[in-house]
């Protein structure tokens, strides 16, 4: 019984330590995950649903009339959906990963940086108590791809959120073709490989969500950032015909247009207008998710914004420098 009661001291502690506030060093917080976990929702004999699991995570959410031995057990769902977050350290996948695990989905962080995806997911853990798992992805490199697809077929209820994308400046690409070449290899060829990789795992599984990192920059090409655009657009097309193969296999694929947000890779860019936090399109890449859209913008009055940018005439856009 003292055990018990310590290992939820150590538990409460840690939820205290993470509420205190996003301040504290990732480091700090990576090295509370190591404290023993509350298993008291374990112990119970009684389980509240047949299809669930009990991993308490005092959260104040009583389940006393099921015959747990405490009132206070998280329910995370055995058949809970598993999000495959691919360009996992993206400040956008981020913030997505936070919300799907908020609402108690298992995680697969896909990237390059393994070592920062664990640190990403030792937090996730701290604050949501969550299933998290790291997985190394390089959309450039289709090696990788494979281990990927196993790795999710080998889940009840998969989902894909694909993030990653690089986008150097348009000038720098002007002066160095290659570098075009990459961005276009890793946003648009990367972006094709893994996801037919992955159509045959989601068209086995019914009513699994897949969503799509798009931009506005996809829906007309600037003189700005016309590389980066092109390889938006090319996602654009793919999205749409992922979503017409997934349809009668009752999988949904979400295009999201992104309009800027704050991240790293708006970081130095100077003369955006518009920009909104990254947790703001991670709310409208989850609600949108949730409700199978299939293309929205976000925040939602780029949509007219594109609107009218696409209505310019071809003579005149020509002239614009924008
Ligand atoms: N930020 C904006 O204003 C904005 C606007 C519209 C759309 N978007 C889109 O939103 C998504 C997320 O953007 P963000 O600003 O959150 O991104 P970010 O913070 O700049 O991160 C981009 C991520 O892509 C990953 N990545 C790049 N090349 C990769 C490759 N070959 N294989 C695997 N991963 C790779 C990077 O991994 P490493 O850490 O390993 O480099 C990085 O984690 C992107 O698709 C972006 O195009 C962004």
């Not at 860019?269 to 947790?279: D, N």
Request: with cysteine.
């Amino acid at each position: 019984m003292l055990s018990r009661r310590t290992s939820c001291i150590g538990w409460s502690a840690r939820r205290w330590i993470a509420a205190a506030g996003s301040s504290w060093p990732a480091t700090r917080i990576s090295r509370i995950t190591a404290l023993p976990r509350c298993i008291h929702g374990w112990r119970s004999s009684a389980p509240c649903l047949p299809t669930s699991t009990r991993i308490c995570a005092c959260s104040r959410i009583s389940h006393a009339d099921c015959g747990c031995v405490t009132t206070s057990c998280r329910l995370v769902a055995a058949d809970a959906d598993t999000w495959l977050v691919l360009g996992a350290s993206a400040a956008l996948a981020r913030a997505f990963a936070r919300r799907a695990a908020d609402k108690g989905a298992r995680l697969l962080l896909a990237g390059r940086d393994t070592a920062d995806l664990a640190d990403a997911a030792a937090d996730l853990r701290t604050r949501f108590a969550a299933d998290v798992d790291v997985i190394a992805f390089d959309a450039t490199a289709p090696e990788t791809h494979g281990a990927v697809a196993t790795r999710l077929a080998g889940e009840k209820r998969p989902n894909v959120m694909l993030a990653f994308a690089t986008m150097p400046a348009q000038r720098e690409m002007e002066h160095d073709p290659g570098l075009a070449a990459a961005t276009l290899n890793a946003n648009l060829a990367g972006a094709a490989a893994i996801l037919l990789h992955l159509l045959p795992v989601l068209e086995s599984r019914r009513g699994a969500r897949v969503v799509i990192v798009g931009s506005v920059a996809g829906d007309r090409g600037r003189r700005r950032n016309y590389v980066y655009g092109a390889s938006k657009a090319g996602l654009h097309a793919l999205a749409s015909g992922c979503r017409s193969r997934l349809h009668r296999a009752g999988v949904s694929v979400t295009l999201v247009k992104a309009g800027p947000f704050d991240s790293a890779m708006t970081f130095t860019r100077t003369g955006l207008r518009g920009v909104v936090t990254v947790e703001r399109v991670a709310d409208d890449c989850w609600r949108a998710a949730q409700r199978r859209r299939s293309v929205v913008y976000s925040p939602a009055a780029w949509r007219w914004i594109m609107w009218a940018v696409k209505a310019i005439p071809e003579p005149l856009f020509k002239r614009l420098d924008i």
